[in-house]
């Protein structure tokens, strides 16, 4: 059974994880133009397209693993948390799409190619979450932010549609339970 971090570790990682990387990237953000992607038909589209077919894969490798019998572990205190929908949709999702897409998923593209390069990092990306039953769902999920990423070298349209399916399980998860 996995060992969970509790609250302080939830709650400060991702903060200090998400400072270290506006540090690092910080001349890519003072240089990306916002106003453009907001009027970007093919970026919403995009962003739209990946969140439907990232979504659509999760939700059948979490059915297959249901199927076989298996449960994603009680992490539910940590949706109590006031900061967690800061936490879980926002921070966790530019933190995320930052490491395993922007850094490690292109750093292997250009080492060992697309297909290497995918499975690897969205390998490393599902073995980073504590839920073991959603595994292959966040490998397909992480499959689906690479090719994105590599068809469009926008990472903005990967947390973006990172931050929405975050939502929508972050909803789930409060409202409906695990």
């Known amino acids: 059974m996995a060992a969970y971090p509790n609250s302080y570790t939830i709650v400060l990682f991702p903060i200090v994880n998400f400072i270290v990387?506006?540090?690092a990237f910080?001349?890519?953000?003072?240089?990306f133009d916002f106003n453009k992607?907001?009027?970007?038909?093919?970026?919403w589209t995009s962003a739209y397209?990946?969140?439907?077919?990232?979504?659509?894969?999760?939700?059948i490798a979490n059915i297959a693993m249901q199927m076989i019998g298996i449960s994603s572990p009680d992490i539910s205190f940590a949706y109590h948390m006031v900061a967690a929908p800061v936490m879980f949709v926002i921070f966790s999702s530019v933190n995320e799409e930052i490491i395993y897409r922007k850094i490690i998923f292109r750093y292997l593209d250009k080492k060992v190619g697309f297909w290497v390069?995918?499975?690897l990092s969205s390998l490393i990306f599902a073995l980073s979450h504590y839920n073991?039953?959603?595994?292959i769902g966040f490998l397909a999920i992480g499959l689906v932010w690479?090719?994105?990423?590599?068809?469009?070298?926008?990472?903005?349209?990967?947390?973006?549609?990172?931050?929405?399916l975050n939502l929508i399980f972050f909803i789930k998860i409060t409202f409906l339970g695990g």
């Open 21 to 23: 990387i506006c540090f």
């Open 26 to 31: 910080r001349n890519e953000l003072i240089e």
């Open 37 to 43: 992607y907001i009027k970007d038909k093919i970026f």
């Open 49 to 59: 397209q990946t969140l439907i077919i990232g979504a659509i894969g999760q939700a």
């Open 117 to 119: 390069g995918a499975v």
């Open 132 to 135: 073991y039953a959603g595994w």
């Open 146 to 164: 690479c090719w994105t990423y590599k068809r469009t070298n926008n990472i903005a349209i990967n947390i973006l549609s990172h931050m929405a």
